[in-house]
């Protein structure tokens, strides 16, 4: 079905009617957990689906200004990658009916929440007897409980209802349900391994049910051999031109930016094939056709633009923020507001939050302006905000990454090695990547040199040949080794020969530092090169099918013991097999030439440091003694 046709479809129907369509199809089913009645289904779960379905239809963008707009009217068809293979959206809506586990991976404003939104109506359209349930994985850094089960119950029914949370378990358990998990990377990062943790649980708990889970890339997921893990794919030139030609905006700004779409293809081929980028090209480009190349710098353009945008004169009167604050004020003001919600990891607000955060910002700023004012502004004049309920939060986090980068690099000057430790673990975001951009000298003065400095016994080492296991000793490397991974059909489809699988973890302040350098010195960085070198593994996984199932081993675990890697559980002998069977993998020749990159980059970048820092000083020095400089 189209895009137009379903849409036509989902407003004919309205909400009545498609959760009394739902309710009959799951009805229609031999056995059903939840109800027999129609009706009751209906009472107990429309809070959940109505609010759910709203958040769905009704979409608010940056082009929007101050109206939301119908989703299914912007959207685009996307495609996906999964083991190098690319898959439309029309195949991946029909494997999660048929019944998966799959992560959706994608960077920020690359699509995917507009993708599951799609997916979770289309079940309105075609259930196969199931029910989908959509929930936001950030609700989950204010859950205390350990089973995850529980969390999705009290989210979706509420007191009063008829459904008992034993007999919704009984339901989860035979597959009745469709999870929708969104946005595992808006979960607090202290609490990420914990919530994996769930998430896996619930997977192996309940192998009936469907669960899709959302993020930023990450590469814990390589780890998760119950998902599919489907990376969205940056749009392709017809995309493109869809998604602008149906972009919210003045037709005449959209005609313009299509003429000069070629040009534009050439030379920001990244921003363009990322939809959130892509819009922010359209409202840079209708005020200033230069647009730049370097990431922070767009955003500083598209903020312009942002600003501009509210300060147009309409009717030879110009109109003031409610702040009344110059441009530069204001640009502190979230820049602090930014830093701090970002540190403290508030990316949704309650009235009481967001007044308490505007609160901390003012004073670091010594400003007086009023707390509506400022809110006002953000809300309405700039659309950095959007409310939602009683509930606020960013437009898109993008724009929090880039302020308080910003407020890092150019506002704040105090205690900035602890700001660099604490964001060090969140290398999926772009706040310490957009530091480096823009201010690199106080970015190596404040992390890399640092961080060299407390691995100085890594990066100082003569003999290269030892890096790559004195690194994973530090990494704290974890190696699972599966006999017998269940293969889908579609994998069968493709005649692979793979019938195991390993995954591999790691952690430690060296390896963020390692995460962070790697996306600075590879800004365009994807998994094809990794799985060019997972395609070297045959030889182990056949080693591995083999070996385990004759021991009937199911899982064994390798890890770093007084400094040396080890298999548990198994003989002297084996262990000696499987070390010198792994050593020829391709993740250790990946992870070979990773890690000779990061010890050079490192060293690079700490000597131009050095050199600068040096510079600087004869530079003063001559000044001092009255040299030419004075003169």
């Known amino acids: 079905m189209t895009i137009e046709a379903f849409a036509l479809s989902i407003a004919e129907k309205g909400f009545s009617g498609l959760i009394t369509k739902l309710a009959v199809d799951y009805l229609s089913k031999k056995v059903k957990l939840l109800s027999s009645d129609a009706e009751q289904i209906k009472t107990d779960l429309s809070d959940h689906m109505l609010s759910t379905f709203n958040k769905c239809m009704e979409i608010k963008t940056i082009l929007s200004d101050k109206k939301t707009e119908k989703m299914l009217s912007l959207y685009v068809d996307q495609n996906f990658e999964v083991d190098d293979v690319s898959v439309d959206q029309y195949s991946l809506v029909e494997k999660v009916k048929k019944g998966c586990a799959a992560v959706i991976t994608g960077t920020g404003g690359g699509g995917k929440s507009m993708f599951m939104r799609y997916l979770w109506l289309s079940f309105f359209e075609d259930s196969r007897g199931k029910i989908p349930f959509f929930l936001e994985l950030r609700q989950l850094n204010f859950y205390t409980h350990n089973n995850i089960s529980d969390f999705i119950f009290h989210s979706i029914i509420k007191s009063g209802s008829s459904i008992s949370q034993a007999s919704f378990n009984r339901a989860l358990k035979a597959g009745e349900f469709v999870l929708f998990l969104d946005g ?23 192998p009936a049910v469907t669960i899709i889970v959302t993020s930023r890339p990450d590469e814990r997921f390589k780890g998760w051999h119950q998902f599919d893990t489907y990376s969205v794919k940056p749009l392709n030139r017809n995309q493109v031109v869809e998604l602008i030609s149906k972009a919210p905006y003045d037709e005449e700004h959209i005609n313009r930016f299509l003429k000069k779409l070629d040009i534009l293809y050439e030379t920001h081929e990244t921003f363009l094939t990322t939809p959130l980028l892509a819009y922010m090209m359209l409202l840079t480009f209708s005020y200033n056709q230069d647009i730049p190349k370097r990431m922070f710098l767009f955003y500083e353009q598209a903020f312009e633009a942002l600003y501009m945008r509210h300060d147009l004169t309409k009717g030879g009167y110009k109109r003031k923020l409610y702040t009344g604050m110059e441009r530069q004020e204001l640009v502190r003001l979230i820049s602090y507001f930014c830093l701090i919600s970002y540190y403290e990891q508030n990316f949704e607000f309650s009235d009481e939050d967001l007044n308490k955060t505007i609160d901390s910002s003012k004073s670091m700023e010594n400003c007086s302006v009023s707390n509506e004012a400022f809110i006002n502004d953000l809300l309405e004049s700039l659309c950095l905000l959007k409310r939602e309920g009683i509930t606020y939060s960013f437009t898109h986090r993008s724009f929090q990454e880039y302020f308080a980068a910003n407020c890092i690099a150019r506002v704040a000057s105090r205690r900035l090695e602890k700001l660099f430790a604490s964001f060090s673990g969140r290398y999926t975001d772009s706040v310490l990547q957009m530091v480096y951009d823009i201010n690199v000298d106080l970015f190596r003065g404040g992390y890399l040199v640092p961080m060299r400095k407390k691995y100085s016994a890594f990066f100082d080492r003569r003999r290269r040949s030892a890096l790559l296991n004195e690194f994973l000793r530090l990494t704290n490397l974890e190696v699972d080794l599966y006999p017998r991974v269940p293969v ?43 799985q060019e070198f997972r395609r070297l593994d045959q030889d182990f996984l056949d080693f591995v099918t083999s070996s385990l199932e004759v021991r009937e081993i199911n899982v064994v675990n390798g890890k770093f013991v007084d400094g040396r890697m080890t298999f548990l559980g198994v003989n002297t002998e084996y262990n000696h097999e499987l070390l010198q069977a792994f050593s020829k993998t391709g993740m250790m020749k990946y992870l070979e030439l990773e890690v000779m990159h990061f010890f050079d980059f490192v060293n690079a970048e700490a000597a131009r440091h050095e050199n600068v820092t040096k510079s600087f000083s004869e530079l003063l020095f001559q000044g001092e003694t009255g040299s030419d400089f004075r003169r």
């Open 184 to 206: 595992f990377d808006e979960i607090n990062h202290d609490q990420r391994p914990k919530v994996e943790e769930m998430i896996l649980q619930l997977r192996s708990s309940n």
């Open 488 to 530: 889908e059909e579609e994998k069968r489809k493709r005649k692979s020969k793979v019938f195991s699988d390993y995954h591999w973890k790691m952690n430690g302040d060296i390896y963020d530092f390692y995460q962070n350098m790697r996306r600075i010195s590879h800004p365009n960085y994807d998994d094809s090169f990794f």
